[in-house]
């Protein structure tokens, strides 16, 4: 198992594995905080974080140590979070496409991968945001904790050691890209069931029907008919 590094605080754990990239180790490497004062998220958000409520992971890796498609690897992380999460309780948790993690209707964690060439090498760095013991979202009505959405109050150092040899180890395990889709269809969050997405300001109902190996979400649109949709492309209201 690589070695993971505590920091007491820090900006982005993002940041400080491309730091030790770049100054120290080249292989394998992975830090974790629980004060993270500008995580970074998809797109160009940000991840907000409580001082000692919540985990900032970060993990990166060679490029050439990942044995499944880049287009995949997303939905890969997202799994091996889900699985981790899933023995943690008996409540159901679900991926909201593309990477978003769901307890009880409410977004728990967020990933955000990232390709960087160092030294003339490519890496990913997968960093993920989790929501541990944190109790008021009052300004973030989507989102919850561990704590919140299960009533176990767990351990942070515990439970970031837990997750680190488990993350570690199958992440660079080779997984059929076929076995790929079909863990995160089956765990998709709001499959086969009627919603409301809002599209260009227009908002319709629509169904929820798979993911395809290029990323996209295939939704049957009331008005529109089966259609489908890339990340920011669509918005769902839940």
Not at 159 to 183: A, C, K, M, W, Y
Not at 184 to 201: A, C, Q, Y
Request: glycine residues 6%; contains cysteine; aromatic residues 12%.
């Amino acid at each position: 198992m690589p070695p993971v590094f505590y920091l007491d605080e820090c900006a982005s754990t993002q940041d400080e594995c491309t730091r030790i990239l770049l100054y120290g180790d080249s292989g394998i490497s992975a830090v974790y905080t629980f004060n993270q004062t500008r995580g970074k998220g998809q797109y160009g958000n940000s991840w907000e974080s409580l001082v000692n409520r919540n985990i900032a992971y970060s993990f990166a890796v060679p490029a050439s140590q990942i044995g499944i498609p880049e287009n995949l690897l997303n939905f890969y992380t997202a799994i091996i979070l889900r699985d981790f999460l899933a023995n943690l309780s008996t409540f159901e948790v679900e991926i909201k496409w593309p990477n978003d993690l769901i307890i009880r209707n409410k977004k728990i964690s967020g990933i955000l991968i990232e390709k960087k060439t160092l030294h003339k090498k490519p890496y990913f760095i997968i960093g993920i945001g989790l929501n541990v013991l944190q109790e008021n979202f009052e300004h973030l009505p989507k989102a919850g904790s561990l704590l919140t959405q299960t009533g176990i109050r767990f351990h942070l150092d515990h439970l970031v050691e837990s997750f680190h040899g488990n993350f570690s180890e199958r992440i660079l395990q080779v997984i059929p890209d076929e076995e790929i889709l079909t863990q995160i269809n089956k765990t998709l969050f709001r499959k086969d069931v009627v919603s409301v997405f809002e599209i260009k300001g227009i908002r319709q109902n629509g169904i929820i029907r798979n993911v395809d190996e290029e990323g996209f979400l295939w939704i049957e649109l009331e008005n529109d008919g089966l259609s489908r949709f890339f990340h920011k492309e669509i918005n769902m209201l839940y």
